[in-house]
């Protein structure tokens, strides 16, 4: 218990450092529009492609479901639902942390082992403010944009397979999708997307920093990053539905 409220403070002090840095403008605009583009949009090829084949399994598993209780025109209805609330923001947040987070644990563990982290602070230059908050920013922003267009190719990999393997109009399809959505589903898909970006970005740069000076240290600090990570989202995710659900009731 001490060793997990001592790393819960060394953790909390550290995103004070990142705040401070973020609301005083002390970062390069250049680094943040790099990391953005390395982070968000390299990204959208295993994203979405994972999102395709789940939104096919989704629609195969929920309409034999479905079928029993002869309820098959509501698939739509299900599968978008699931999607735009839990499925797309937990499962981006998940395959985010694995290829963004792990990648920046890695990065900044290699640079403490090699000492360039220590460079910077002779120099008088801010490590914090030069590498972790434009990473951190850019997790921020770019996974709520990667969870909308994860849903929309999800939701669409589910009309294909209606339409072409099922044989149903794919107008019901589209207007049943587009019945079941709320602006609370939208307003809780991208508050998870925020939350699950800035909760990613601080653990992955937070565990970077204090990798150990070894070698093996930073294959450590990726496994860390990722099992904290998934734990972290799935922790944060139950509180903000909670949190909206009783905000739209």
């Known amino acids: 218990m001490k060793s997990f409220f001592s ?24 680094a ?7 982070i968000g949009v390299e990204s959208l090829t295993v994203v979405n492609l994972c999102a395709f084949f789940i939104g096919l399994v989704m629609v195969v598993q929920t309409q034999s479901m479905l079928k029993r209780f002869g309820a098959e025109t509501s698939v739509s209805m299900v599968v978008t639902a699931s999607f735009v609330r839990e499925i797309g923001p937990v499962f981006a947040a998940i395959m985010f942390a694995g290829r963004i987070g792990t990648g920046i644990a890695a990065e900044l563990g290699s640079m403490v082992v090699t000492e360039q982290i220590d460079a910077y602070r002779v120099f008088g230059a801010d490590p914090v403010a030069r590498l972790a908050v434009p990473r951190i920013l850019a997790t921020t922003l770019m996974l709520p944009a990667l969870t909308v267009i994860a849903n929309v190719v999800g939701i669409f990999a589910g009309f294909l397979i209606v339409v072409f393997q099922l044989g149903e109009p ?4 589209l207007a049943g999708a587009l019945e079941v959505l709320t602006r609370i589903d939208v307003l809780s898909c991208l508050v998870k997307g925020v939350v699950f970006g800035l909760t990613v970005g601080l653990i992955a740069t ?21 099992v904290q990570s998934v734990l972290a ?14 905000v739209g009731d």
């Not at 790393?7 to 390069?28: D, I, K, N, P």
């Not at 794919?170 to 399809?173: A, F, I, M, Q, T």
């Not at 989202?233 to 009783?246: A, G, P, S």
């Open 233 to 246: 989202i799935l922790v944060v995710d139950l509180v903000i539905t909670k949190t909206i659900l009783l």
């Open 32 to 38: 943040l529009t790099h990391q953005m583009h390395r």
């Open 170 to 173: 794919g107008v019901l399809y």
């Open 206 to 226: 937070n565990v970077g920093f204090r990798t150990e000076r070894a070698t093996e240290a930073v294959g450590t600090s990726t496994t860390r990053t990722m």
């Open 7 to 30: 790393a819960f403070g060394e953790f909390g002090v550290f995103a004070v450092l990142v705040l401070s840095r973020v609301f005083s403008g002390r970062y390069s605009f250049r």
